[in-house]
């Protein structure tokens, strides 16, 4: 076993990952027994309190155990895997709570969020490498493929969601932001047409494709409907329009709007979620939603770990009819 210790990283960091490491890559099998903290702190020229912490942290994250009589060894076999998500919300908490189910015990997800970080997504993958067996991954971009991802042996590497760039050596289970979504609107065009206007509602701080705009707007080209596209200067809302909304925020400053005013969801406006979550069936009698399946997705993710069988595939974008429009 190499360590390589740098100025980057603390001898504690260096020591951990160093073991992590030679266990994933079955260098370290199942109950060998590892150096005792006075043999190890001599090897490798370190304290017995850096030792310590080292194991004390890999004991922790269940790679490793203890026992008065054999000391530190490599615990039972264990795949550990990194779900690296964009942001929270309720459809990715859906997305986790169906991935995980579908994993075995002897399976630990770790979950972070990059938060469209970019140098924070390459901090992560970077300081992850030795420590995951399998990585799930939302890439930070919809149109460019983050070369920290590159390090990462193909094999290894499923990419969710976002996926309008050259993946062709890479597993992804994506979702179509531009024809599946012109899709979805001509799905929903029969309830549209008792509205005058569509407004979709596409603030510049979310990190929705932009391509999108484009295909909403040759929808209502195609079917001959007045429309706006608003980003933060919406003064009020209007009569007889139906406001798609991207960034859930705004659905509510929407409902919102149309309840001071007594206006009536799906009758003097209507109003379309994009993604779908829970609430939004109770909210108002039901607020519609276009989205992907996103417990599908958690699903699809699980089996692509446990099975390691290549996929390449775009889940479908649903409309979820309900009475908002």
């Not at 490498?129 to 149109?143: A, E, H, P």
């Not at 992907?292 to 089996?303: I, K, N, P, S, T």
């Amino acid at each position: 076993m190499e360590i390589n210790f740098s100025n980057s990283r603390s001898k504690v960091q260096a020591l951990t990952e160093a073991i992590s490491a030679s266990i994933i890559t079955g260098e370290f099998g199942d109950g060998d027994n590892l150096l005792s903290i006075n043999d190890a702190s001599r090897k490798y020229a370190v304290s017995r309190d850096t030792v310590f912490k080292a194991y004390s942290d890999l004991k922790r994250r269940g790679l490793i155990d203890s026992s008065p009589m054999k000391g530190y060894f490599v615990k039972s076999e264990v795949t550990h895997v990194l779900l690296l998500l964009d942001t929270y919300s309720p459809f990715k908490q859906n997305l986790y709570n169906c991935f995980v189910a579908r994993l075995p015990e002897n399976y630990k997800v770790d979950l972070i969020f990059h938060q469209y970080n970019e140098r924070l997504f390459e901090t992560i993958v970077k300081d992850s490498l030795s420590r995951y067996n399998m990585f799930v991954v939302m890439n930070f971009s919809n149109i460019q493929f983050s070369a920290a991802l590159r390090s990462i042996p193909s094999g290894k590497l499923l990419l969710l969601d976002f996926g309008d760039f050259e993946k062709d050596g890479y597993s992804y289970i994506c979702q179509n932001f531009d024809q599946s979504f012109y899709d979805a609107l001509v799905i929903l065009e029969p309830s549209l047409q008792k509205y005058r206007q569509l407004s979709l509602v596409f603030p510049p701080q979310v990190s929705h494709p932009e391509s999108a705009v484009d295909h909403f707007q040759r929808f209502c080209n195609d079917y001959h409907f007045e429309y706006k596209v608003y980003n933060n200067d919406r003064n009020g809302i209007q009569k007889f329009t139906t406001y798609i909304c991207i960034d859930p925020g705004d659905l509510v400053k929407i409902i919102k709007e149309a309840d001071a005013l007594g206006w009536e969801i799906g009758r003097e406006i209507g109003v379309v979620a994009y993604n779908d979550n829970p609430i939004l069936e109770v909210i108002k009698n039901g607020i519609t939603a276009i989205s992907v399946d996103f417990g599908l997705m958690g699903e699809m993710a699980a089996a692509y770990v446990l099975n390691k069988k290549p996929v390449q595939e775009f889940l479908p974008t649903n409309v979820i009819l309900r009475k908002s429009v």
